[in-house]
């Protein structure tokens, strides 16, 4: 039989760079032929060959309803049908704004642009213009999307193809990223003591999702909110992944539910809060917000920001999310994936274990989870290459690649949950 994801990857190849347009879809790292995807539904997509996978990427977590939920299409075909842009303001925006408001409260002001990148450039941006300060903390392994400050030691993508400083950013242009390894509390007051009055923000994934599902600890979040605090810089979440993905209130509540008083100065949201379409968003305090042009000296725009259709989607998106009970049920079919998974592997002898919060999960072939970058970046990546081969040849669709996290969805049922279990004891037991 011909192999069509083959033939359209060749196709593919001869006019887009690796045939992808975004890099960890070219299974480069695992080896093999990307899964070209004709339609989806629920918790499943069909490839070109009509073979049917249980997606627990699901877009890489804008799914949350699982494709093609009823509720969000509706909204969708509706939005459409009165127009696809107008590059002028909506209702609907307000309303998404009014929805982003009330299920994070840290955030009083909102804006709405297309892409998690934009947002967490724009809020770089907006951090530097509102303190006057140059210097941004990140961590690595934290992946932030592709603007060049942000492009030092990143997860992703960069983690992947083992290139974590992009080519093409100017030294120059970084100088003032300043890069801390992940909960790592030395190090990060040592950071403070040396340029806390010139630092801007500190911008961190407060459960890193670009090197594999790695929580920030208790101690350190804490060590992060104290020192922003104490020196004047803005503690802005990277929540582009865990975003109403983790909880309605996103990892800030779930940090809230373990420090008391805990809440970041800014916030940026992507994936979840659109849908599937593309949308994002940077939010935070009102004096912050209000330095963005119009109002303020920091200027920001796009032709697409707050499209209509795609607000349509993230509305009908984050109304779903609302439904008593819906994060419960995530939480508890999420948590039991990552234990059937460790059952499986454990009683093929193999190191294993892995975590989740919300519908967000990850796993490792290790014994204990890891804390930071470094640790992550010893995974014994030929291991995990078999284990994901062996779990495509049956059907089951997980990242293609060692540093993302994965993702369930509402629509996964105890039985796709059984069937990967299933599927992953077969494969532990050849590895
Ligand atoms: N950077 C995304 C994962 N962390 C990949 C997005 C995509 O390829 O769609």
């Keep these: 039989m011909t192999d069509r994801n083959q033939t359209l990857f060749e196709r593919a190849k001869t006019l887009i760079p690796g045939g992808v347009n975004s890099p960890v879809r070219a299974f480069k790292a695992v080896g093999g032929t990307p899964r070209f995807v004709q339609r989806a539904q629920g918790a499943y997509f069909w490839d070109a060959n009509d073979q049917r996978y249980i997606d627990y990427i699901g877009s890489w977590g804008p799914m949350i309803l699982g494709h093609g939920h009823p509720a969000v299409l509706e909204a969708v075909q509706k939005a459409a049908l009165d127009g696809f842009s107008f590059g002028a303001p909506t209702e609907r925006e307000i309303e998404l704004a009014e929805e982003i408001v009330k299920l994070v409260p840290s955030i009083e002001m909102v804006r709405l642009v297309s892409s998690g990148t934009e947002a967490g450039m724009s809020a770089i941006r907006l951090a530097r213009g509102a303190t006057g300060r140059k210097k941004i903390i990140k961590f690595e ?60 923000c500190l911008m961190i994934e407060p459960i890193a999702g670009n090197m594999n599902f790695v929580r920030a600890s208790v101690p350190f979040m804490t060590r992060c909110r104290e020192l922003c605090t104490q020196h004047g810089a803005l503690l802005v979440f990277d929540e582009v992944m865990t975003g109403c993905r983790v909880g309605l209130a996103s990892a ?118 890891p804390q930071n970058y470094a640790t992550v970046m010893t995974t014994d990546g030929a291991r995990f290459n078999k284990f994901y081969h062996g779990m495509l040849e049956r059907g089951i669709y997980f990242a293609p690649a060692l540093y993302e996290a994965g993702f369930v969805s509402s629509a996964h049922s105890a039985a796709d949950i059984e069937a990967t279990v299933a599927a992953a004891r077969e494969v532990f037991a050849q590895l």
Excluded: W
């Excluded at 909960?183 to 801007?200: D, I, K, P, R, S």
């Excluded at 948590?335 to 919300?358: N, R």
């Design 141 to 200: 392994g934290c992946y932030h999307g592709h603007a060049d400050a942000l492009l030092v030691k990143a997860g992703s993508g960069l983690a992947t193809f083992g290139n974590p400083t992009s080519a093409g950013v100017p030294p120059e242009v970084v100088q003032d990223t300043l890069v801390l390894e992940y909960n790592n509390v030395e190090q990060l007051e040592a950071a403070f003591a040396e340029h806390g009055a010139a630092t801007a």
């Design 252 to 369: 800030q509540g779930h940090y809230a539910s373990l420090i008391p008083g805990f809440e970041p100065d800014m916030t940026v949201l992507g994936k979840v809060i659109g849908g599937g379409m593309p949308l994002a968003a940077f939010g935070g305090k009102r004096a912050v917000m209000e330095q963005l042009a119009p109002l303020g000296a920091v200027y920001q725009a796009g032709t697409l920001s707050g499209n209509p259709v795609a607000t349509a989607c993230g509305l009908a998106t984050l109304r779903e999310l609302q439904q008593p009970g819906f994060y419960e049920a995530l939480s508890a079919r999420t948590q039991s994936l990552v234990a059937g998974l460790t059952e499986a592997a454990h009683a093929a002898g193999i190191p294993f274990c892995g975590d989740s919060q919300g519908g967000m999960f990850g796993f490792f072939f290790f014994d204990q989870l």
